[in-house]
């Protein structure tokens, strides 16, 4: 833009370390960023400009909540460069670039399914485009093609009968995290000689399968960055330099995370760690007299803008399983340094600053990695934006630092990844619930009455016996662990062949450390139900065909959540022992197996297929969200159930456990300053006990019963659930139903 | 240890225990409900705690056992341990022995109390009290009666004056409910009382509900107040207003 920058040294005044001589943005950050141990006060509301681009798009919005998507276009196959370029409002952006040429408009990406494209656009009315068709059928195959020529039977059967659920084989895998601040740090170029070092160095190895994929992934990542480069000069820009400017960094990494999302319809798609790395950009402005205050607050807010129009095209039935039209556009915010130095920075601030300048809204997914070390005056803002907002979430960085390290980032909800250095493959989940009546009924669906486990003795008699269940248990998660594996393991290989994700890889360090991402529902419903046979009496009741429909349960049984350790031990025991037995399934490309205990919504999708437990719990009934305890069952308040879900070790779910804790205003204190201070506190005693991470509301039922009668007047209420934000109105009923009925832990 | 050594096992009447914050003391606490109470208070939500009966013997061994669990996330959270009830004074020695047991822990404690019982709590017991959630139910002894149905306001003055003379910290409370303890003039004696103590860091006035409803309705009970509505915001702040006036922290 500025003929004058050319000449100026982008790195002028960064202080000098090994991040100038190899890719490494964590360095420059360790090195350059400066603490911030202040409070609020010096934060600035919304200039003129941020509301008017902003309400440009607010009016919109009505529109698109009323059809489902504003528009489509369904013609254009989305790549980096297909789409020209569009912007808001022109004359006042500051950051700019959309995913298609304009605002709202959503991109087509059949690579990864070409299924989902033709159903979404039938959904919303639109026919899909014939010459589309024709290409991603007779020319090009798909990664949802792919995937379903390979599965096994098996896999097929559980899928259908929901055990095995939400498996990313239809559209893109998300939760790849690219290092965008990689190009504004380095620009394209310098990216791309380093990708080309890597792929001359495979030069010399033989051409083995493995060889031979890395070379042809880093011709893709190369290939990408060109377009990468590309694009950005559609919009007026030379990204082959490194920024010089704060207003170039924010844009240069936006860049970056744009081509991400015209790439790939992912599950999710987040952002990383950028307040920190930004705030270096923006400090030096400040010095240099380029920005004040009100002048980077306006970049945050325009860049955080553009994070909240982020859309992809997906079926009502996605939408309806994960809530809304989420893309959790995950930023990890806080934490501490390993030198001890805390990770908060002015930008820190100004990035929760944005729910207060544009109001609450659940993306970007704003995620606080906690410490009780934080500084005070961080620790009070995060607490009081919760209260006002119910926007962010947390995870416990005392967890997260020694697991991996100080530059790591959340994606999607709760799945920590070193930026840059770590991608996972996405998993999805298991009903654990389901499992365990496969184990009781020898591997036959309790609904369907169909043989989907392969078939064992049933578990007999009248009343059920512990260690028999138990037995029968161990047998079913051993076939679960390894079908679902599997599974994972086709999707993936296919996904890597048919729908890669070139430019985030590109940004990621060669070779790179893969996790394969696995996840459990129902834990709480399998525990209680476990915790019910083994203190109670549970008695069965069979149908004709000798399936256990139903039990009814006499006597008292702890339950999970309560910081009981007899219900509470069999929560640990079926983590620990599930961990183990995916552990010991060989993943694809070696991936290190991990776990998360996390539903998001999908909790209520996965209770509708299942039928009764022995918990008591109705068919159909939701389940817990995450590692909640069941809804009702946690008796002893907010504190008890934290210290429950705290004990679920993170050394066996090192892909995240997930708590929702719904507050009332009154249950946090009388003053807003006391319940500042007391949510500081109770995120800093539940940090303190290990727990993962807390998804915090702060709401009042009768706001929510008022949001379901009139959700016009509540557009932009937020509702945390399960590692995610929602825009409550745009539940389903029954979900919000389910969000309403969730444990109040507000006091009488 | 020789039968008979061993020292006589000091159990209570817990009705339950629970976990809140910043609305039983000061930041997140542990509370421990007793079971039992003399007064039958036309607006009381828990109903369920009146008689003895209702609470499970618990000994003070099990109970600090269960509280020692969440002693550290109180702690860090900057809270405490809250013997509430019922009446905890009903049962002043396993109450004593509590929190003098929860105050060796390190924690802070917190007694919530009607004070009509105040004269057996002795002064071992008030040691290991660090707050007194005093709840003054009214300002003229005919109205705590009206109220309370079985008690008389002087022995909550009493205690009161008791623990400002002993330097112990009140938060005095005050339900204020529609047509019961709105009058002007109730409101003022309350607020007289609590001007003329020491030690009254803060008043507390909660605006009457009928969220204990349903517990009547499961004991068979009939809700005197079923029909009162909860006090509107210009009720509340006009009676709040009458405790700022005379210079006290409210909340």
Request: glycine letters at 10%; hydrophobic letters at 40%.
């Given at each position: 833009?500025?003929?004058?920058?050319?000449?100026?040294?982008?790195?002028?005044?960064?202080?000098?370390?090994?991040?100038?001589?190899?890719?490494?943005?964590?360095?420059?950050?360790?090195?350059?960023?400066?603490?911030?141990?202040?409070?609020?006060?010096?934060?600035?509301?919304?200039?003129?400009?941020?509301?008017?681009?902003?309400?440009?798009?607010?009016?919109?919005?009505?529109?698109?909540?009323?059809?489902?998507?504003?528009?489509?276009?369904?013609?254009?196959?989305?790549?980096?460069?297909?789409?020209?370029?569009?912007?808001?409002?022109?004359?006042?952006?500051?950051?700019?670039?959309?995913?298609?040429?304009?605002?709202?408009?959503?991109?087509?990406?059949?690579?990864?399914?070409?299924?989902?494209?033709?159903?979404?656009?039938?959904?919303?009315?639109?026919?899909?485009?014939?010459?589309?068709?024709?290409?991603?059928?007779?020319?090009?195959?798909?990664?949802?093609?792919?995937?379903?020529?390979?599965?096994?039977?098996?896999?097929?059967?559980?899928?259908?009968?929901?055990?095995?659920?939400?498996?990313?084989?239809?559209?893109?895998?998300?939760?790849?995290?690219?290092?965008?601040?990689?190009?504004?740090?380095?620009?394209?170029?310098?990216?791309?000689?380093?990708?080309?070092?890597h792929k001359a160095a495979l030069d010399g190895r033989r051409s083995t399968d493995d060889v031979i994929r890395d070379?042809?992934?880093?011709?893709?990542?190369?290939?990408?960055?060109?377009?990468?480069?590309?694009?950005?000069?559609?919009?007026?820009?030379?990204?082959?330099?490194?920024?010089?400017?704060?207003?170039?960094?924010?844009?240069?990494?936006?860049?970056?995370?744009?081509?991400?999302?015209?790439?790939?319809?992912?599950?999710?798609?987040?952002?990383?760690?950028?307040?920190g790395f930004v705030d270096v950009y923006l400090r030096r402005d400040i010095v240099e007299g380029r920005l004040d205050?009100?002048?980077?607050?306006?970049?945050?807010?325009?860049?955080?803008?553009?994070?909240?129009?982020?859309?992809?095209?997906?079926?009502?039935?996605?939408?309806?399983?994960?809530?809304?039209?989420?893309?959790?556009?995950?930023?990890?915010?806080?934490?501490?340094?390993?030198?001890?130095?805390?990770?908060?920075?002015?930008?820190?601030?100004?990035?929760?600053?944005?729910?207060?300048?544009?109001?609450?809204?659940?993306?970007?997914?704003?995620?606080?990695?906690?410490?009780?070390?934080?500084?005070?005056?961080?620790?009070?803002?995060?607490?009081?934006?919760?209260?006002?907002?119910?926007?962010?979430?947390?995870?416990?960085?005392?967890?997260?630092?020694?697991?991996?390290?100080?530059?790591?980032?959340?994606?999607?909800?709760?799945?920590?990844?070193?930026?840059?250095?770590?991608?996972?493959?996405?998993?999805?989940?298991?009903?654990?619930?389901?499992?365990?009546?496969?184990?009781?009924?020898?591997?036959?669906?309790?609904?369907?009455?169909?043989?989907?486990?392969?078939?064992?003795?049933?578990?007999?008699?009248?009343?059920?016996?512990?260690?028999?269940?138990?037995?029968?248990?161990?047998?079913?998660?051993?076939?679960?662990?390894?079908?679902?594996?599997?599974?994972?393991?086709?999707?993936?290989?296919?996904?890597?062949?048919?729908?890669?994700?070139?430019?985030?890889?590109?940004?990621?360090?060669?070779?790179?450390?893969?996790?394969?991402?696995?996840?459990?529902?129902?834990?709480?419903?399998?525990?209680?139900?476990?915790?019910?046979?083994?203190?109670?009496?549970?008695?069965?009741?069979?149908?004709?065909?000798?399936?256990?429909?139903?039990?009814?349960?006499?006597?008292?049984?702890?339950?999970?959540?309560?910081?009981?350790?007899?219900?509470?031990?069999?929560?640990?025991?079926?983590?620990?022992?599930?961990?183990?037995?995916?552990?010991?399934?060989?993943?694809?490309?070696?991936?290190?197996?991990?776990?998360?205990?996390?539903?998001?919504?999908?909790?209520?999708?996965?209770?509708?297929?299942?039928?009764?437990?022995?918990?008591?719990?109705?068919?159909?009934?939701?389940?817990?969200?995450?590692?909640?305890?069941?809804?009702?069952?946690?008796?002893?308040?907010?504190?008890?159930?934290?210290?429950?879900?705290?004990?679920?070790?993170?050394?066996?779910?090192?892909?995240?456990?997930?708590?929702?804790?719904?507050?009332?205003?009154?249950?946090?204190?009388?003053?807003?300053?006391?319940?500042?201070?007391?949510?500081?506190?109770?995120?800093?005693?539940?940090?303190?006990?290990?727990?993962?991470?807390?998804?915090?509301?702060?709401?009042?039922?009768?706001?929510?019963?008022?949001?379901?009668?009139?959700?016009?007047?509540?557009?932009?209420?937020?509702?945390?659930?399960?590692?995610?934000?929602?825009?409550?109105?745009?539940?389903?009923?029954?979900?919000?139903?389910?969000?309403?009925?969730?444990?109040?832990?507000?006091?009488? | 240890?020789?039968?008979?050594?061993?020292?006589?096992?000091?159990?209570?009447?817990?009705?339950?225990?629970?976990?809140?914050?910043?609305?039983?003391?000061?930041?997140?606490?542990?509370?421990?409900?007793?079971?039992?109470?003399?007064?039958?208070?036309?607006?009381?939500?828990?109903?369920?705690?009146?008689?003895?009966?209702?609470?499970?013997?618990?000994?003070?061994?099990?109970?600090?056992?269960?509280?020692?669990?969440?002693?550290?996330?109180?702690?860090?959270?900057?809270?405490?341990?809250?013997?509430?009830?019922?009446?905890?004074?009903?049962?002043?020695?396993?109450?004593?022995?509590?929190?003098?047991?929860?105050?060796?822990?390190?924690?802070?404690?917190?007694?919530?109390?009607?004070?009509?019982?105040?004269?057996?709590?002795?002064?071992?017991?008030?040691?290991?009290?660090?707050?007194?959630?005093?709840?003054?139910?009214?300002?003229?002894?005919?109205?705590?009666?009206?109220?309370?149905?079985?008690?008389?306001?002087?022995?909550?003055?009493?205690?009161?004056?008791?623990?400002?003379?002993?330097?112990?910290?009140?938060?005095?409370?005050?339900?204020?409910?529609?047509?019961?303890?709105?009058?002007?003039?109730?409101?003022?004696?309350?607020?007289?009382?609590?001007?003329?103590?020491?030690?009254?860091?803060?008043?507390?006035?909660?605006?009457?509900?009928?969220?204990?409803?349903?517990?009547?309705?499961?004991?068979?009970?009939?809700?005197?107040?079923?029909?009162?509505?909860?006090?509107?915001?210009?009720?509340?702040?006009?009676?709040?207003?009458?405790?700022?006036?005379?210079?006290?922290?409210?909340?």
């Amino acid at each position: 833009m500025n003929g004058n920058q050319r000449t100026v040294d982008p790195w002028r005044d960064f202080r000098d370390g090994p991040w100038r001589e190899t890719i490494d943005v964590a360095d420059f950050v360790h090195r350059n960023h400066e603490p911030y141990l202040g409070d609020a006060s010096f934060l600035t509301g919304p200039t003129e400009r941020t509301l008017a681009v902003w309400d440009r798009l607010r009016a919109l919005f009505p529109e698109e909540r009323r059809r489902g998507v504003y528009d489509i276009d369904a013609a254009t196959p989305s790549t980096i460069t297909a789409h020209a370029p569009g912007y808001v409002d022109r004359e006042r952006e500051l950051i700019v670039g959309l995913q298609t040429d304009a605002p709202l408009r959503r991109a087509i990406m059949p690579a990864g399914g070409l299924r989902m494209v033709e159903t979404a656009l039938r959904a919303y009315g639109r026919e899909p485009d014939r010459r589309v068709h024709e290409i991603f059928t007779r020319y090009r195959r798909t990664h949802n093609d792919a995937v379903f020529d390979a599965y096994p039977e098996d896999v097929l059967a559980a899928r259908r009968s929901h055990i095995v659920t939400g498996l990313p084989d239809a559209y893109g895998r998300g939760r790849i995290i690219g290092d965008y601040r990689r190009v504004a740090l380095y620009g394209v170029d310098r990216l791309i000689e380093e990708r080309r070092a890597h792929k001359a160095a495979l030069d010399g190895r033989r051409s083995t399968d493995d060889v031979i994929r890395d070379r042809e992934e880093l011709a893709e990542q190369i290939r990408a960055l060109g377009e990468l480069k590309e694009m950005a000069a559609g919009y007026g820009f030379d990204i082959s330099r490194p920024a010089a400017t704060g207003q170039q960094a924010i844009q240069w990494l936006y860049f970056g995370y744009l081509a991400a999302t015209k790439e790939q319809n992912g599950a999710a798609m987040s952002l990383g760690r950028t307040a920190g790395f930004v705030d270096v950009y923006l400090r030096r402005d400040i010095v240099e007299g380029r920005l004040d205050e009100t002048g980077a607050q306006e970049l945050v807010d325009d860049f955080v803008i553009k994070l909240r129009i982020i859309r992809f095209l997906r079926t009502p039935e996605y939408d309806q399983l994960f809530s809304g039209d989420p893309t959790w556009v995950t930023e990890s915010l806080g934490g501490m340094g390993a030198d001890g130095r805390p990770l908060v920075t002015r930008t820190t601030f100004r990035y929760l600053q944005t729910l207060y300048n544009l109001g609450p809204a659940p993306e970007p997914n704003l995620t606080v990695l906690w410490s009780p070390r934080l500084p005070d005056g961080f620790k009070r803002f995060c607490a009081q934006v919760s209260l006002d907002t119910s926007a962010i979430q947390y995870e416990n960085d005392e967890l997260i630092r020694p697991a991996y390290d100080d530059d790591t980032a959340i994606a999607c909800c709760v799945s920590a990844m070193r930026v840059g250095r770590d991608m996972q493959f996405f998993g999805a989940r298991v009903n654990l619930a389901k499992a365990l009546l496969y184990a009781i009924n020898g591997g036959r669906d309790e609904l369907t009455g169909e043989q989907v486990a392969p078939p064992t003795p049933p578990v007999g008699g009248e009343t059920l016996d512990h260690d028999e269940v138990l037995a029968a248990y161990d047998r079913t998660l051993d076939w679960l662990a390894q079908t679902y594996v599997d599974a994972l393991n086709v999707i993936h290989h296919q996904h890597d062949r048919y729908a890669y994700e070139r430019l985030e890889m590109a940004l990621h360090d060669h070779p790179v450390r893969r996790f394969m991402a696995t996840g459990v529902a129902g834990l709480s419903v399998a525990v209680d139900s476990l915790s019910a046979i083994r203190y109670g009496r549970v008695k069965v009741l069979r149908d004709e065909t000798g399936l256990a429909v139903d039990y009814a349960v006499e006597g008292e049984f702890p339950t999970y959540g309560n910081d009981d350790d007899r219900a509470d031990e069999i929560a640990v025991w079926l983590v620990e022992t599930f961990a183990a037995k995916l552990r010991r399934q060989r993943a694809y490309r070696d991936a290190e197996l991990t776990m998360s205990v996390l539903t998001i919504t999908s909790n209520v999708v996965y209770g509708r297929h299942t039928g009764n437990t022995p918990d008591g719990r109705r068919a159909g009934e939701p389940f817990a969200p995450g590692a909640n305890p069941m809804n009702g069952r946690d008796t002893h308040g907010l504190v008890a159930a934290a210290l429950s879900v705290a004990k679920l070790p993170y050394d066996a779910a090192r892909d995240g456990i997930s708590l929702t804790g719904t507050v009332t205003p009154d249950g946090l204190g009388h003053t807003r300053e006391e319940r500042i201070t007391n949510l500081a506190g109770v995120l800093d005693g539940y940090a303190d006990a290990g727990g993962f991470h807390l998804n915090v509301n702060v709401l009042d039922r009768a706001t929510l019963l008022d949001a379901m009668a009139h959700p016009e007047r509540y557009p932009q209420l937020t509702v945390r659930v399960s590692g995610y934000a929602v825009n409550f109105v745009r539940l389903t009923p029954e979900q919000q139903r389910d969000v309403v009925s969730r444990t109040f832990h507000g006091s009488l | 240890m020789a039968p008979g050594a061993a020292p006589p096992v000091l159990d209570g009447a817990v009705h339950s225990w629970d976990t809140s914050i910043g609305v039983d003391g000061p930041g997140t606490r542990f509370v421990v409900f007793l079971a039992g109470c003399p007064l039958r208070c036309r607006y009381c939500h828990s109903p369920d705690t009146w008689y003895g009966r209702s609470g499970r013997r618990r000994t003070v061994d099990e109970m600090v056992a269960t509280i020692a669990r969440y002693r550290r996330f109180v702690q860090v959270a900057g809270g405490g341990v809250t013997v509430s009830g019922g009446e905890p004074l009903l049962q002043p020695r396993f109450t004593g022995e509590l929190l003098r047991r929860c105050h060796a822990l390190g924690l802070h404690t917190a007694l919530d109390t009607s004070g009509f019982l105040g004269d057996r709590a002795d002064d071992a017991l008030l040691d290991a009290t660090d707050l007194v959630l005093l709840d003054v139910k009214a300002g003229r002894p005919e109205t705590y009666r009206r109220v309370t149905g079985t008690g008389r306001l002087a022995p909550t003055l009493r205690f009161a004056r008791r623990l400002a003379d002993r330097g112990t910290p009140m938060w005095i409370r005050y339900v204020l409910v529609p047509g019961l303890t709105d009058a002007v003039d109730e409101v003022a004696r309350v607020a007289d009382v609590a001007a003329g103590l020491t030690g009254v860091a803060r008043v507390e006035v909660l605006p009457f509900h009928r969220l204990g409803a349903h517990k009547y309705a499961e004991l068979g009970l009939a809700f005197p107040l079923a029909d009162t509505a909860p006090p509107d915001p210009e009720l509340l702040a006009r009676v709040r207003g009458q405790f700022v006036e005379r210079g006290l922290t409210v909340t």
